[in-house]
């Protein structure tokens, strides 16, 4: 079974502050994936990347950045966090774009 | 609009009755996956069926590509059951990117 790991599992932050979240895999995926879920919308993709260097826009980019640094490591940056991203965030690998997605454990991201 | 639709939204059982969880998607899907969501917020696939029937389990999933929609069975239904049970789809044009629906939040009581 594919091993999806995130942190920090937990994190506060201020209107404004600067939040990073990490992800990472050791099953030697290819694709990694970044979604936010709130209630009544299910799970919405942020950024999703098919290879270390590479990034792709998902359905609801607007206010994050994301980098894969290599092909285990896929990072969520909110530069400038706002109070709309308060939210349950999960990472995902799958071996290929239409392949089952294996999910993290999720980051409680609360914006005051 | 809204591309992946579940129904119901919640469902309560008792313990031993079978659960029927339906997916509408409105466009042309290559693939489609059945998650459970702990209440614990923990997600796992449970199994993938873009066509045709799969049983895995208690768990039965036929989808009707054609009419664009997707049935998961329960039987049996047990309160470890309990969690929210989501529909994903992969359109047809597009990117390699899976569409959510909302979910339906599934009770079994013993």
């Known amino acids: 079974e594919a091993a999806v790991t995130q942190s920090p599992r937990n994190k506060v932050t201020v209107t404004g502050g600067n939040v990073t979240l990490s992800c990472r895999q050791t099953n030697s995926h290819n694709y990694m994936y970044w979604y936010r879920q709130d209630t009544g919308h299910g799970l919405r993709l942020i950024h999703y990347?098919?290879?270390?260097?590479?990034?792709q826009i998902g359905d609801v980019p607007d206010g994050y950045k994301a980098t894969r640094t290599t092909q285990e490591d896929f990072f969520l940056l909110l530069e400038l966090a706002s109070p709309s991203q308060t939210s349950l965030y999960f990472c995902?690998?799958?071996?290929?774009?239409?392949?089952?997605?294996?999910f993290g454990p999720g980051t409680r991201l609360l914006v005051l | 609009g809204q591309q992946v639709q579940q129904s119901p939204s919640s469902l309560v059982l008792q313990e031993g009755e079978n659960a029927e969880l339906q997916c509408n998607f409105s466009s042309t899907a290559t693939q489609l996956q059945w998650f459970y969501q702990s209440p614990g917020g923990s997600l796992v696939s449970l199994l993938s069926n873009p066509s045709g029937t799969k049983h895995t389990g208690r768990l039965t999933s036929t989808t009707v590509t054609k009419e664009r929609r997707s049935s998961l069975h329960i039987s049996s239904s047990q309160t470890t059951d309990s969690g929210t049970y989501l529909c994903?789809?992969?359109?047809?044009?597009?990117?390699?990117?899976?569409?959510f629906g909302a979910g339906t939040r599934l009770k079994v009581i013993a």
């Open positions: 990347s098919y290879g270390a260097g590479n990034l």
């Open positions: 994903a789809i992969h359109r047809k044009a597009g990117n390699y990117k899976y569409v």
């Open positions: 995902a690998s799958s071996v290929g774009g239409q392949d089952t997605q294996y």
